[in-house]
Every structure is written in structure tokens, then in C-alpha cells.
């Protein structure tokens, strides 16, 4: 079949348009708190440091794509314009001061343009600010415990539950946090090395045996936000979810309150009780 010139510009605009609405389509399927089907890009922020670190890979994609289009440029002319048919005779030239000075200076440029934003982003991810409330996340081989010492000082474990949705991301007691609120999180292994993520909140950090590792978010949503553990700890690594619900200040400090009676005869906190009775 043979197709006239119109035909084919005809295709070749329904092809670009088909790409554009995939790319919009693509931007439709993201939900903030979870991977969505068809996500090529970053989740869905909701928290200051996520805000900076897709700010920062949209700039860094923008940067690489304006640099590679132009070496694909100079390639192309190269190619076309000094082939040995185009251009039988070569030129000899071997220096160029004003090139070789510019094609210095330009990268150290595009490199310093880089690390200024790239360093503040890792600083404000590891400097905590004052925070409003503490929670300890334990990675135990296969789930999560949580502890709130600022908040009647009660553990509880966090599993993966079957019969939750989102697949595989679901659990059967959710760490609870209030909205808007520093929260400092404390993360340790009991008894390998995991690691705590929630890509909505711009967080992750490895959870070691014997050392006590310290992030923060700040979430400005509420709802499920889901992370798992990233760190390969052993044969049940793929079943142990970060389930984080985001509340009001009001729902959070109900929550406490059946929280603290809830989980009263979880074990870790019979030791705590006990110790303290010690201690009055
Ligand atoms: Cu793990």
C-alpha cells in the first residue's frame, strides 16, 4: 500500500497525538499514596521534602534532555556535513582556544547548577526540625513494630493482612500520624537490616540492628500513604508494607486513646508498664 505525502503526515500527527494523551492519561492514573498501573513517574507528593525531590528530578530530567539533543545535534552534523562525499577535503585544524575554554567551563557550570540544589535537597532530608512527635519504626523479619514515647509510650506490630487492599500493601494495625504535624521518625532492626520508605513523604532510610537512624516528614495530606521495606532482608521481604493514615489533630489524639487501651497486653508494653511501676 502506498500512502501519498498527506497520508503520512496524517499517521504521523495521530502518533504524536496518541503519545500526548498517553503522556496526559499517564499523569490521570497517579494517585498519591500508592503505585498506580502505568506510573512512570514519581508518586504523588505530600510532604515538603517529596515537593523539593520532584522538583528537583523534573529539573535534572529538563537538564539531560536539553544536553543530549544537543550531542545528538552535533552528531547529525557531523555525520551530514563532513562525511568523505560532503566533504572531501578535511581541515587540518587541531586547537581551538575559544572552544576548548568554553566546552570546559560549561560543564563546570551545569555541575555546580546541579550539586546547589542537590545538597540543599540532602541537607533539609537530614536535618530534623523541631518535631511535634516521635514514632520508633522497629523492621523485624517479616513486619513493622511502632512505638509512641511521646504519646502514653505503647508498641504495637504492624503485618501485612491478606485481606486488605491495596495487594500486598495492606496491614492489619496502620501507623497513625496527625496532618501537618514534624513527625521524627526513629528507625531501627531487631534483627537484620530493612529499611524504612514512603515514597509520598520523600523518606527512606535503613533500619540497622544496633544503631538508631533518624528521618522526618512533615505530611500536608491526609489519607493511606503506602511504603514497604526497602532493603532485601529475607525470604517474607516482599510482605512487610508501611501503612501510614494521615488524621486530623482530632482524629489522631482519639486514635491515642484506643490505641493506648488497645494494644495494653502487647508484650513490649507489659515491659514498658512493669518498668515504670518499678521506677514509681
Ligand atoms: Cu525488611
Not at 55 to 68: G, R
Not at 82 to 111: D, G, Q, R
Request: charged fraction near 20%; hydrophobic fraction near 50%.
Amino acid at each position: 500500500m502506498k500512502m501519498s505525502k498527506g497520508q503520512i503526515g496524517g499517521r504521523l500527527l495521530g502518533l504524536a497525538v496518541a503519545g500526548m494523551a498517553f503522556l496526559v492519561g499517564g499523569a490521570a492514573f497517579a494517585e498519591v499514596g500508592q503505585p498506580a498501573p502505568w506510573e512512570f513517574k514519581l508518586q504523588g507528593s505530600a510532604s515538603p521534602v517529596m515537593d523539593n525531590i520532584t522538583w528537583f528530578h523534573n529539573f535534572l530530567t529538563v537538564l539531560i534532555t536539553c544536553i543530549t539533543l544537543f550531542v545528538l545535534v552535533l552528531l547529525v552534523l557531523v555525520v551530514v556535513k563532513f562525511n568523505a562525499k560532503a566533504n572531501p577535503v578535511p581541515s587540518k585544524t587541531t586547537h581551538n582556544t575559544l572552544i576548548e575554554v568554553v566546552w570546559t567551563i560549561v560543564p563546570v557550570l551545569i555541575l555546580v547548577g546541579i550539586a546547589v540544589p542537590s545538597f540543599r535537597l540532602l541537607f533539609e532530608e537530614l536535618d530534623v526540625p523541631k518535631a511535634d512527635l516521635t514514632v520508633k519504626a522497629t523492621g523485624k523479619q517479616w513486619y513493622w513494630s511502632y512505638a509512641y514515647p511521646d504519646n502514653g509510650k505503647f508498641e504495637f506490630d504492624s503485618l501485612l493482612a491478606q485481606d486488605k487492599k491495596p495487594r500486598l500493601l495492606g496491614v492489619d494495625n496502620e501507623l497513625v500520624v496527625p496532618v501537618n504535624k514534624v513527625v521524627r521518625v526513629q528507625v531501627t532492626g531487631a534483627d537484620v537490616i530493612h529499611s524504612f520508605a514512603v515514597p509520598a513523604f520523600g523518606i527512606k532510610i535503613d533500619a540497622i540492628p544496633g544503631r538508631l537512624n533518624e528521618t522526618w516528614f512533615k505530611a500536608t495530606k491526609t489519607g493511606m500513604f503506602y511504603g514497604q521495606c526497602s532493603e532485601l532482608c529475607g525470604k517474607d521481604h516482599a510482605f512487610m508494607p508501611i501503612a501510614v493514615r494521615v488524621v486530623s489533630d482530632k482524629d489522631f489524639a482519639a486514635w491515642v486513646e484506643t490505641a493506648k487501651k488497645k494494644f495494653a497486653s502487647n508484650p513490649s508494653n507489659t515491659e514498658v508498664a512493669s518498668a515504670a511501676e518499678v521506677a514509681h
